[in-house]
């Protein structure tokens, strides 16, 4: 069935440092591919996106990597900073009449001033 | 601020109860998809309307159940509540567009005792 797995669950880094999270996806037909960062108690927010007919894009300090032929995408954030700390979820989907996401199990990115 | 609201913003209740979670959609957004978020389970794909129509189910208990009326707001109802329905339920707009960027609310947060 549809599956993201993502990886670190949890990473530290201290503020200026970059950070990179990875996710690997099972359905082939997927095409989209977001990510949320999530602070504690407060809802999801999209902060970038990539479609499978782009391999790369940049977004300010946030950049977005996929892979086709490995399913597999990151994201990579660069020059840190203690904002930046809270939960990043990946997730995937279909283009089809249904856009459900599939999200990975999340990634707790704390930034150490 | 997203645009989506929900209502209400927590919920508590006892074992064996009812409820009923509101969601309106962001302004020309025809999609709501609803999602499960608790701690050991990430966020989970329940359901999703389009236009006032099912278009997918996820892992979607038998005791929940949902509707989208002619105005686009959806709601979610729970029945024969259990102390593991305690979750954060998020609802998500999309214009149902090819790549179904998704927005999400503010959340319910239900808490079952």
């Known amino acids: 069935g549809e599956n993201v797995e993502q990886h670190p669950s949890t990473l530290s880094v201290q503020e200026g440092d970059s950070a990179v999270i990875k996710c690997t996806y099972s359905?082939?037909?997927?095409?989209?591919f977001p990510w949320y960062k999530q602070e504690l108690g407060k809802r999801p927010q999209l902060i970038i996106d990539?479609?499978?007919?782009?391999g790369e894009k940049k977004d300010q300090r946030i950049a977005v990597t996929l892979n086709k032929t490995a399913k597999h995408f990151s994201l990579h954030i660069t020059e840190t900073q203690p904002e930046d700390s809270a939960v990043y979820f990946c997730?995937?989907?279909?283009?089809?009449?249904?856009?459900?996401?599939?999200f990975g199990q999340g990634t707790t990115l704390q930034v150490k001033p | 601020d997203s645009g989506v609201t929900q209502t209400p913003k927590h919920l508590i209740t006892a074992t064996g109860q009812r409820v009923t979670l509101r969601c309106s959609p962001r302004?020309?957004?025809?999609?709501v998809y609803w999602y499960q978020q608790s701690l050991d389970q990430g966020l989970q794909f329940l359901i999703q309307?389009?236009?006032?129509?099912?278009?997918a189910k996820g892992n979607i208990l038998e005791r929940f159940s949902a509707q989208q009326f002619p105005d686009l707001h959806s709601e979610l109802n729970l029945s024969s509540l259990e102390l593991g329905d305690s979750a954060l339920y998020f609802c998500?707009?999309?214009?149902?567009?090819?790549?179904?960027?998704?927005?999400f609310g503010p959340g319910t947060r239900l808490t079952v005792l």
């Open positions: 998500a707009s999309s214009g149902g567009g090819s790549y179904n960027e998704q927005f």
């Open positions: 302004s020309g957004d025809l999609s």
């Open positions: 990539i479609r499978s007919n782009v």
């Open positions: 997730a995937a989907s279909k283009r089809s009449n249904t856009g459900k996401l599939i």
């Open positions: 309307y389009y236009n006032g129509e099912e278009r």
């Open positions: 359905d082939s037909a997927s095409n989209y």
